[in-house]
């Protein structure tokens, strides 16, 4: 059973920077991509940012893009989302997720930015 366990969140004014790690119980090369999503209340999950395992290349949600970055270490089995420039719209439940023969989730952490 693949298990994926979020730290990292917390509470930040407006402007300030989180790094978000994701830390899978196996590793992270069995999947196709690696992914980060969130969801603040009263509103669907949503897409933030993908990383592909083999090769690294990303792409990110408009939102935030220029702001967040993804990355992994393959050695740590770990992904992370560094989140600068934080804005108050960025605060949500932000998830880990996994993609290879079905999707997994992470339980979640929560992200609260202050204006």
């Known amino acids: 059973q693949v298990q994926l366990v979020e730290s990292g969140g917390g509470l930040v004014q407006a402007g300030g920077s989180l790094r978000l790690s994701c830390a899978a119980s196996?590793?992270?090369?069995?999947?196709?991509?690696m992914a980060w999503y969130r969801q603040a209340p009263g509103n669907q999950r949503e897409f933030v940012a993908r990383?592909?395992?083999?090769?690294?290349?990303?792409n990110y949600a408009d939102s935030v893009k220029g702001r967040f970055t993804i990355s992994r270490d393959n050695a740590k089995n770990t992904v992370y989302l560094q989140m600068n420039a934080l804005k108050a719209d960025d605060t949500a439940v932000y998830y880990c997720?996994?993609?290879?023969?079905?999707?997994?989730w992470g339980q979640g952490t929560q992200v609260t930015v202050s204006s």
């Open positions: 997720n996994a993609n290879g023969r079905q999707w997994y």
């Open positions: 196996g590793s992270i090369n069995s999947f196709n991509s």
């Open positions: 990383i592909i395992t083999n090769g690294g290349s990303t």
